[in-house]
């Protein structure tokens, strides 16, 4: 499998944030509309063992997130615990060195990303008026600056030209919830083919939502996250909820008894819909970090 990069240039504001599992999701129903159901069922055939494509999240341009390691060995102050919670972006080059300690905030690498409340008055669509008069709720809304999004893509099942052509379509039609009403858009740059500096390591950190199950592995760390998904495309009016899922987040790390060169870890999701064709990418490239002691 071959890795490549791209830019994203947001267009509108997001409602979501941009996750990997979800941005595959999309990427699955596009595949679907573009090329015919047929197209899709062949791509996942054997996805739980090849997967033909794994999307990371969406990070500022230059930048991925502070791994999720103890304070100790981060090298961090225990008496600037506020501080430490701001300071979240890295480098590559810092993270496979192991300077920890260069982690910046947003404000330290000009992240400029604005999220507010909006708030909007709610109506019944039979009888296109609000319920008594007045009856509003917010939503979350992000400006965001510029993104770089990772996938690792297996061109003997699926070209590069294929997936600039889904982002493009992704891009004009928009990401996560309220893109129908124009949330989500952007424009992206050409996927470019890249390698990490360093391919091989003990200690690897993941670069999108996660799940851990039966990997043999020396030690893990992580942060849960529960994921509440809901079918999109044409399962969207139909039993559209799926069940919970508990992953861990970007920036979680593993680290191995000996050194390795992997791409990827994780396994496909499935069962947690009525849908039993639902699959969900629980997979995450890998970035090879430092080396941690951890005895």
Known sequence: MTLYKTMIRPTSNFASFLQGDTLFGQICWLIRYKWGENKLVTLLEDYEKSPFL?????????YLPKPSLPTAILGEDLDK???????????????????????KSDTDIGNISLTQAVVKNAINYKSFTTKNGFDPYSETETSLVNQDIYAL??????????????????????????STIGKGRF??????SIMFPKQESTTFMMLSNVLFQNLQAKNIYYTPITKFGKHGGDLATHSPFKKPLL????GSVVVFDNTKNIQYIGKSISGHSTHKETIHQGYSITLPIKEIDNE
């Not at 992953?247 to 970007?250: G, K, L, V, W, Y």
């Open 187 to 192: 424009e992206h740059t050409s996927f470019e």
């Open 81 to 103: 615990k506020k501080e430490n919670r701001k300071k979240v972006w890295l480098t590559v080059k810092d993270l496979q060195d192991g300077n920890f300690a260069n982690t």
């Open 247 to 250: 992953m861990a987040r970007s």
């Open 153 to 178: 893509l297996d061109d003997t099942k699926f070209s590069l030209e294929e997936l600039n052509e889904i982002f493009k379509l992704l891009g004009e039609g928009g990401y996560g919830k309220n």
């Open 54 to 62: 794994i999307i990371s999240d969406g990070f500022t341009s230059g």
